[in-house]
């Protein structure tokens, strides 16, 4: 089975902290997203990467960068965190387009943030 | 632009009842693909299906099934009789077929299922 794992279920941050959200994958996948979920919004692509230091911009990229030093690993940073970046993040990795991979996104089990 | 309407936002229904989300996409690509994935109260979106767009066969699995129709740009899911455990957020998704980079997923904004005994 895939696993996505993202290192916290739940943070609470200082409005101009900089926050770090971690995500690993255990299954060689070369593809990572990371995604907000709002109400009423559903996800939102914010970045991914395609490969290890490779990353592209999503639909609403603005105020997070991201990071992929190791295929397994992709972190999304905020660098000065604001409180209308509270929400939940859900990470994602993909593999490949063949018959076993499929295109299918797995999903980490999300991290609700909460800017103060 | 790719979109994904799931005009629902919330269904309640009584267990054992059956019922169907709606789900309609817009392309101009010929090859893409479309998801559902169930998210629980738990948070992480789970798997449920994949289809692409020339396999207009309705699936079945188990109590769940799939109805896509190109005709009328529709991937609807139906659950028959229903339980308390399928109550969850279920979104529909579409991705078009890109190599070379990752191609991504446009979801739907989510129907919230509620299903009580």
């Known amino acids: 089975d895939v696993k996505v794992t993202q290192s916290s279920r739940y943070l609470v941050k200082r409005t101009g902290e900089k926050v770090f959200l971690e995500c690993v994958q255990d299954?060689?996948?070369?593809?990572m997203f990371w995604y907000r979920q709002d109400p009423g919004l559903g996800l939102r692509l914010i970045y991914f990467?395609?490969?290890?230091?490779?990353?592209e911009k999503g639909d609403i990229p603005e105020g997070y960068s991201v990071s992929r030093e190791k295929k397994e690993r992709f972190s999304l940073i905020l660098e000065s965190a604001s409180t209308n970046q509270t929400s939940m993040y859900l990470c994602a990795s993909r593999g490949g387009w063949g018959a076993e991979a499929k295109n299918i996104q797995y999903f980490g089990a999300g991290t609700r943030l909460s800017v103060l | 632009a790719q979109k994904v309407t799931q005009a629902q936002t919330e269904i309640s229904v009584v267990e054992k009842e059956d019922v169907t989300l709606d789900c309609v996409y817009e392309?101009?690509?010929?090859?893409?693909?479309l998801f559902w994935y169930k998210q629980p109260p738990s948070g992480e979106l789970v798997f449920l299906i994949r289809r692409n767009s020339f396999d207009e066969q309705n699936e079945i699995s188990g109590r769940y099934s799939w109805n896509f129709q190109k005709s009328t740009s529709s991937f609807n899911f139906t659950i028959t009789a229903s339980q308390v455990v399928d109550s969850a957020v279920y979104f529909c998704a579409l991705s078009e077929h890109q190599t070379g980079t990752a191609s991504k997923l446009t979801f739907g904004t989510g129907t919230r299922l509620q299903v009580t005994l």
């Open positions: 990467s395609y490969d290890v230091k490779m990353k």
């Open positions: 299954m060689d996948h070369e593809n």
């Open positions: 392309t101009r690509d010929t090859t893409y693909y």
